[in-house]
């Protein structure tokens, strides 16, 4: 070879050496031991003495109010405070981090110690998180505005011949699919924010939230918006909200009991009534 | 055509050691990829996450589930690439030759097809999506169809016909002024002149970028899944958060790819086809 081509071949060489070190792997550091009991205040936090919880942006009511975490109004940012305190940090040793849906569930190491995003537990999702014990049991409801063709419907088969539409990535989208199973294709929308327009252009008939959204959206956000039903719960374990962690994480355990305590306590009921419980009551599809 | 000639024993010894030389090359490229191929894996598995990843990214149950639900996805990317792509080429046509009308009394067409192709090159493609399929049904006009992916397809045309018509326009302008000069001079008026004699030099010329634009469309199509229809990655999107499994985005990046690279060798072969013309081999 010319030594213009040895020296091309040298640089690869040169290049590929560096690249193969650089992505030499990282010892991980050792998995705390969780029977170790959970010391208030002292946890394994991503950063020590501080409690990283995470929610999405933009954060929706009743979960939250103006899109603000850090108020401690709103039903999960009042149960983001209390576990919190249970857990021994408070509110001055809270700090929040806004996270897409897709990068609070992604494998990579996270930006959190636990996320609150109305994420609903399911088997299959464990293969991927860890999940708190639940905190909420969800309910999806169909909504509508005045007018629309399936305003006055009673029973889930007279909205199978309706658009509807629901949020990509929910439990509402898949309580759509298998509960209702309307003959025409439902509409998946990336945020609520965009099935509303629809729903007011009059491009869908009706959209599937759950029941605290759904008290929201008719009463403050949509212009002659209207409940249509409950769907019924379906047999088996009741569609519940938990917290999301990193898969293995150390204070999984923490975070339920403390999640468990305000339950027994009926500190957890009391949040509900306070912050959902204009969320009254809603006819149900039969 | 010469006939085959028996070699002299000078050109036969030349020609061996070009073959012997073509011969090394190949093992060389051979054994350089394997070792970099190697090297490559090596270097992706012994990552401490690569077991993870695996499970998360390259799960062979999760692809086979989410496949027919991307597949389907896929059927109105692919319906809504061939009607737009039809509505780019001839609105990014008229758009060009407008552009290029000669003389003072076209001068108002020429500045409205510039301030198109100004307006609709500057606007994001998701914001004139989110304006045309939103926007539009809000007016209520009669006769405006309602449809997501219909008002999502004229979203995209009008959005897209701004670059092609700029492609377009190049290649008109890159055809030599004799050959104007010489319809001209042959009797031909303007309009046949641009029919018969420029149009098609031009778009000979620009084949490879309206191809390139081709590909850019397969992927921007997927887009009108703002406005509600359910396409290849949208698809993808819900087996994802059902199970919070990656691997259905693996799935749909593999099916676009399997798309595009036909486009591709379409591209090269058609190139190919335009220089042997031209070089008349």
Known sequence: MNRRARLVVALLAAV???????????????????????????????????LTIATDQPAYEPWFTDDDPTTGKGFESALAYAIANELGYGKDRVSWVRVP????????????????NQFSISEERRAAVDFSSPYYDVKQTVITIAGSPVADATTIAELKRARLGAQVGTTSLDALNEQIAPTTKPAVYSTNDDAKLALQNGQIDGIVVD????????SAELENGKIVGQLPASPGTPEQFGAVLHKGSPLTGCVSAAVDRLRTSGALAALEKQWLASAGTAPELR | MIKDVPLSPLAAERAAFRRSRARRSTAVAFVSTLVFAVALWWAVTSAPGWPRVQATFFDPARAWESLPAVLEGLWLNIRVLVVAELGVLVVGLVVAVLRTLRGPVFFPVRALATAYVDLFRGIPVLIALYLIGYGVPALRLQGVPNDVVVLGTCALILTYSAYVAEVFRAGIESVHPSQRAAARSLGLSHGQALRLVILPQAVRNVLPPLLNDFVALQKDVGLISVLGAVDAIRAAQIEQARSFNFTPYVVAALLFVLLSVPTGRIADAVAARGNRRRSGR
């Open chain 1, 101 to 116: 849906f897709n990068a609070a569930i992604q494998p990579g190491p996270k930006s959190f110690d636990f996320n609150l």
């Open chain 1, 211 to 218: 029941l605290p959204t759904a008290f929201y959206i008719t």
């Open chain 1, 16 to 50: 590929l050496g560096t690249a193969l070190a650089a992505c030499a792997p990282v010892p991980e550091p050792e998995p705390a031991d969780s029977a170790a009991g959970c010391p208030k205040g002292d946890l394994p936090t991503l950063t020590p003495g501080v």
